[in-house]
């Protein structure tokens, strides 16, 4: 008998008013955060039909970012945050404590709710690509395009995009990367 690592298909940040009854195939852990529900989920089979139609059920509106693997979903109803789901391939780098103050304190303008779901503050836009630099929540297509516009090392992508300057554990990852558009220039 051989023992593997799990791979699930998706990973996920689920935070939430009220508990959900997850489906039996997904695996979850609840987390301790303020003032609101907090899982971490994997799965194999998409989460997007089930969750999308949970939240319909209650009349919840919704604002979605889909970008392939990267899969952002934001409830509201009667201007209150509801619940907030961020997935990707790998587990998603979002700002917890930011993201359990929203549930108190919902963020009151359009680029506010866009930075919300893309599940870090500050940013205006959904997540690009798949993260590869979790210190900083750097993804994979900025990584491609700082590498196109000149960034040949691992030290000029940390001074333009932080990436490998913290922990150090994306490093690998970044010298493939680099490695990667050298073979294809």
Sequence with gaps: ??????????HSELFCREPLPFPAAWHWRRR????????????EASARQWLSA????????????DGGAVWNLLAW????LMLGWWSDAREPAVDCAWIS???????SDAAQRHALLSGR???????????????????????????ASGCASVG????????????????????????AQRTRA
Excluded: D
């Design 1 to 10: 008998m051989a023992i593997a690592a799990w791979q699930p298909a998706w």
């Design 32 to 43: 301790a955060a303020p003032g609101v529900l907090h899982y971490s989920l994997a799965g």
């Design 54 to 65: 949970w939240c319909a059920r209650r009349g919840w509106q919704l604002q979605v970012a």
């Design 77 to 80: 109803h009667q201007g209150r």
């Design 101 to 107: 103050a929203a549930f108190a304190a919902p963020p």
């Design 121 to 147: 503050p500050g940013a205006a836009v959904a997540p690009r690509g798949r993260i590869v630099c979790s210190c900083f929540g750097v993804g994979e297509w900025s990584i491609n395009e700082a590498i």
């Design 156 to 179: 000029a992508l940390g001074g333009k995009l932080k990436c490998g300057t913290n922990c150090g554990s994306c490093v690998p990852e970044l010298n493939a990367l680099l490695a």
